[in-house]
Nanobody, 126 residues
Framework: QVQLVESGGGLVQAGGSLRLSCVVSRRTFSSYAMGWFRQAPGKEREFVAAISWSGSITFYADSVKGRFTISRDNAKNTVYLQMNSLKPEDTAVYYC???????????????????WGQGTQVTVSS
């Protein structure tokens, strides 16, 4: 069983920054592509960012490009999401996800991931 635990969420003013972390329980973390998704109240879960197992390939949603950065530390079994210039519309529960099937080509859709964390709340006040 693979467990993912997110942390780092909280309340921040518009223009501020947060860094989310997601620790994966499996030693084979370096075999997974990883993604971040978010879900705001009353909305569907949406893609935010994804990274390949090596970190060499990253994808971003247009809405966060240039403001968010995804990275990973395979030695620590951890993936990060650095969020800068936050906006009220970034308010959501943020989820990390892991995909073992295609570690070199990270998916930008939720069905591409087999394992999910419980989520961490990010609230951006105006």
């Amino acid at each position: 069983q693979v467990q993912l635990v997110e942390s780092g969420g909280g309340l921040v003013q518009a223009g501020g920054s947060l860094r989310l972390s997601c620790v994966v329980s499996r030693r084979t973390f370096s075999s997974y592509a990883m993604g971040w998704f978010r879900q705001a109240p009353g909305k569907e879960r949406e893609f935010v960012a994804a990274i390949s197992w090596s970190g060499s390939i990253t994808f971003y949603a247009d809405s966060v490009k240039g403001r968010f950065t995804i990275s990973r530390d395979n030695a620590k079994n951890t993936v990060y999401l650095q969020m800068n210039s936050l906006k009220p519309e970034d308010t959501a529960v943020y989820y990390c996800a892991a995909d073992l099937n295609y570690p070199s080509v990270p998916s930008v859709v939720a069905p591409g991931y087999e394992y999910w964390g419980q989520g961490t709340q990010v609230t951006v006040s105006s």
